[in-house]
């Protein structure tokens, strides 16, 4: 039997990754990040387009060289279709067509969330399906019942901003440089977080909601901690508040951090209980966060559920997690048209 190569590429924000996957096994799994975002505090579309353009040939000609592999031996070409900036995932989704039109090789593609899930499956110790999947990232925040590689259900999801905005939205506040988020995470880890007290929203069902959240931690360090209940009266100076800030930063970010991750276990827990599944995972970028990854460890220790996290390499955006659901999505003969087009929202 031929073995089923699939090469990988995935640019649905500031990352080129380009990956190699053999039966399912990953053989390399490379990534460019872009460091020109610094100095913007955030994503620029534009600049991110641009340098996909830039990496995305040297980064796939690594992790072929890596895997072993030459392009002729590839069975399919998979890349992210959505969700994402427009710009990048045009880059990569023409790239890969491209590339399939003159090897004359089947195209495969992928729901960026969907490889997030799957990801846990990339691992040696993988959860048996049916599972539960916590994903978490910059952009989204769902919760999705996983009976088989390709067959998933939200049950629930944000219905306004994602964990890793108000994760991003705290560290902007807090006067942390960009990516803020892994340094809240890294203050947290020195801090108390029963020092201060911030409100979980009560949202029916398995959703999430981290809105009032955010605007919370705005008024609590407008008013450098002393509001009780958060006002739009701002009763501290800016002089008073950067005080505050600096002579409380790890206390903050462990209480932020500890807020954050109660509505999102509590949340993943109900839903677990209640439909019965034992077997629960965590995804996308925020699954990198150290205080999330320890609590939902040991949730399922206390609850005798069995948990399962993707290595640190595949909780972020990266071809490894495309590569790996094209080669189920081969399996299934579940090929697309050269015409498919890319899209900024799916899933």
Same mark, same amino acid.
Request: proline content about 5%; hydrophobic content about 45%.
């Given at each position: 039997?031929?073995?089923?190569?699939?090469?990988?590429?995935?640019?649905?924000?500031?990352?080129?990754?380009?990956?190699?996957?053999?039966?399912?096994?990953?053989?390399?799994?490379?990534?460019?990040?872009?460091?020109?975002?610094?100095?913007?505090?955030?994503?620029?579309?534009?600049?991110?387009?641009?340098?996909?353009?830039?990496?995305?040939?040297?980064?796939?000609?690594?992790?072929?060289?890596?895997?072993?592999?030459?392009?002729? $031996?590839? *069975?399919?070409? &998979? #890349?992210?279709? @959505?969700?994402? /900036?427009? %710009?990048?995932?045009?880059? =990569? !989704?023409?790239?890969?067509?491209?590339?399939?039109?003159?090897?004359?090789?089947?195209?495969?593609?992928?729901?960026?969330?969907?490889?997030?899930?799957?990801?846990?499956?990339?691992?040696?110790?993988?959860?048996?399906?049916?599972?539960?999947?916590?994903?978490?990232?910059?952009?989204?925040?769902?919760?999705?019942?996983?009976?088989?590689?390709?067959?998933?259900?939200?049950?629930?999801?944000?219905?306004? $901003?994602? *964990?890793?905005? &108000? #994760?991003?939205? @705290?560290?902007? /506040?807090? %006067?942390?440089?960009?990516? =803020? !988020?892994?340094?809240?995470?890294?203050?947290?880890?020195?801090?108390?977080?029963?020092?201060?007290?911030?409100?979980?929203?009560?949202?029916?069902?398995?959703?999430?909601?981290?809105?009032?959240?955010?605007?919370?931690?705005?008024?609590?360090?407008?008013?450098?901690?002393?509001?009780?209940?958060?006002?739009?009266?701002?009763?501290?100076?800016?002089?008073?508040?950067?005080?505050?800030?600096?002579?409380?930063?790890?206390?903050?970010? &462990?209480?932020?951090?500890?807020?954050?991750?109660?509505?999102?276990?509590?949340?993943?827990?109900?839903?677990?209980?209640?439909?019965?599944?034992?077997?629960?995972?965590?995804?996308?970028?925020?699954?990198?966060?150290?205080?999330?990854?320890?609590?939902?460890?040991?949730?399922?220790?206390?609850?005798?559920?069995?948990?399962?996290?993707?290595?640190?390499?595949?909780?972020?955006?990266?071809?490894?997690?495309?590569?790996?659901?094209?080669?189920?999505?081969?399996?299934?003969?579940?090929?697309?048209?050269?015409?498919?087009?890319?899209?900024?929202?799916?899933?």
């Amino acid at each position: 039997m031929n073995k089923i190569n699939i090469l990988a590429i995935e640019s649905s924000c500031d990352e080129t990754s380009a990956a190699v996957c053999s039966n399912g096994t990953l053989l390399s799994n490379r990534i460019a990040t872009q460091a020109v975002h610094a100095a913007h505090g955030g994503v620029v579309p534009e600049l991110a387009s641009r340098a996909h353009m830039q990496n995305i040939v040297p980064v796939v000609d690594v992790a072929l060289k890596e895997s072993g592999l030459q392009l002729a $031996d590839m *069975a399919a070409i &998979a #890349f992210t279709q @959505a969700p994402g /900036l427009i %710009g990048s995932l045009l880059v =990569g !989704g023409q790239f890969a067509k491209s590339l399939a039109l003159a090897l004359d090789k089947p195209l495969i593609a992928v729901n960026h969330m969907q490889a997030h899930v799957l990801a846990n499956l990339i691992a040696d110790e993988k959860p048996s399906f049916p599972f539960l999947c916590l994903t978490v990232s910059g952009g989204h925040t769902q919760i999705v019942k996983c009976v088989g590689p390709t067959q998933m259900e939200i049950v629930g999801e944000t219905i306004d $901003d994602a *964990a890793g905005e &108000a #994760f991003d939205k @705290a560290a902007k /506040l807090l %006067g942390l440089p960009y990516p =803020g !988020g892994p340094l809240v995470d890294k203050y947290a880890r020195e801090g108390n977080p029963d020092r201060f007290q911030f409100p979980e929203p009560k949202i029916p069902g398995y959703n999430f909601s981290f809105s009032g959240l955010k605007t919370a931690i705005l008024y609590f360090l407008r008013n450098a901690g002393t509001a009780q209940v958060y006002k739009e009266e701002f009763a501290a100076t800016e002089e008073e508040r950067k005080k505050f800030i600096e002579e409380n930063l790890a206390d903050i970010c &462990a209480s932020i951090q500890s807020r954050i991750i109660t509505i999102l276990l509590n949340k993943l827990s109900r839903a677990a209980r209640d439909l019965g599944i034992t077997n629960l995972c965590i995804a996308g970028g925020v699954s990198a966060n150290s205080g999330l990854r320890k609590a939902f460890k040991e949730m399922g220790t206390a609850k005798g559920w069995n948990t399962f996290i993707p290595d640190f390499q595949y909780c972020t955006d990266n071809a490894g997690m495309i590569a790996i659901t094209g080669y189920y999505k081969y399996l299934e003969n579940d090929f697309a048209p050269l015409d498919t087009p890319s899209m900024a929202r799916g899933f």
